[in-house]
């Protein structure tokens, strides 16, 4: 037995005692404080008849309760096999990456890098419209945050890009 704490009496489920209730019974599967363990308490939530195929969903696995992760995760694996590969899957991110690739293509090989470099802002301002307009499934890895911290944030790193690209002065020829 634990010290209780002060001002508190035993039986009390707040008192600080380390014993268990009086209705706990200790069983073979019980902890050294003689508590039953979870398991013990209360059987696992299965699924049951009728649960197979509900609302267009897949069967739930064998054993994984309704709405658990494995349910999820089997679902969600289902809807990536229909998809594609992932480059069709992830369009907004594949016409992401080309833009990118291209505005690098222009800075670094040709060195062209005020053209450059506006590709990229007005690709960012672009991707910020579409964070707004597309529901989050449709940009995929794209919606990071809510929409409108990811639709905020693309758009000042398009017009900062944009910006600073026009400011810097046109050397003379």
Same mark, same amino acid.
């Given at each position: 037995?634990?010290?209780?704490?002060?001002?508190?009496?035993?039986?009390?489920?707040?008192?600080?005692? !380390? #014993?268990?209730?009086r !209705?706990? &019974?200790?069983?073979?599967?019980?902890s050294?404080r003689?508590w039953?363990e979870?398991?013990?308490?209360?059987?696992?939530?299965?699924s $049951?008849?009728?649960?197979? $195929? #509900?609302a267009?969903?897949?069967?739930?696995?064998?054993?994984?309760? &309704?709405?658990?992760r494995? +349910?999820?995760?089997?679902?969600?694996? /289902? #809807? +990536?096999?229909?998809? $594609?590969?992932?480059?069709?899957?992830?369009?907004?991110?594949?016409?992401?990456?080309a833009?990118?690739?291209?505005?690098?293509?222009?800075?670094?090989? +040709?060195?062209?890098?005020?053209?450059?470099?506006? $590709?990229?802002?007005?690709?960012l301002? &672009?991707?910020?419209?579409?964070?707004?307009?597309l529901?989050?499934?449709?940009l995929?890895?794209?919606?990071?945050?809510?929409?409108l911290? !990811?639709?905020?944030?693309?758009?000042?790193f398009g017009? /900062? &890009?944009?910006?600073?690209?026009?400011?810097?002065p046109?050397p003379?020829?």
């Amino acid at each position: 037995m634990g010290v209780p704490r002060p001002g508190t009496t035993p039986g009390n489920p707040r008192s600080g005692y !380390d #014993e268990p209730p009086r !209705d706990a &019974v200790p069983t073979a599967l019980s902890s050294s404080r003689g508590w039953p363990e979870p398991s013990a308490r209360r059987p696992r939530a299965s699924s $049951g008849p009728g649960r197979e $195929g #509900e609302a267009g969903r897949p069967a739930p696995a064998a054993g994984a309760r &309704v709405g658990s992760r494995a +349910q999820a995760k089997a679902r969600r694996a /289902a #809807e +990536q096999r229909r998809g $594609g590969p992932w480059f069709v899957r992830e369009l907004a991110l594949t016409v992401a990456l080309a833009g990118v690739a291209v505005g690098m293509i222009l800075v670094v090989a +040709q060195n062209r890098w005020r053209v450059g470099l506006f $590709g990229i802002g007005t690709l960012l301002l &672009v991707l910020a419209a579409a964070r707004l307009v597309l529901p989050a499934r449709r940009l995929g890895m794209l919606a990071v945050r809510g929409r409108l911290f !990811d639709a905020v944030l693309l758009t000042a790193f398009g017009a /900062a &890009v944009i910006g600073l690209t026009l400011t810097v002065p046109i050397p003379p020829s």
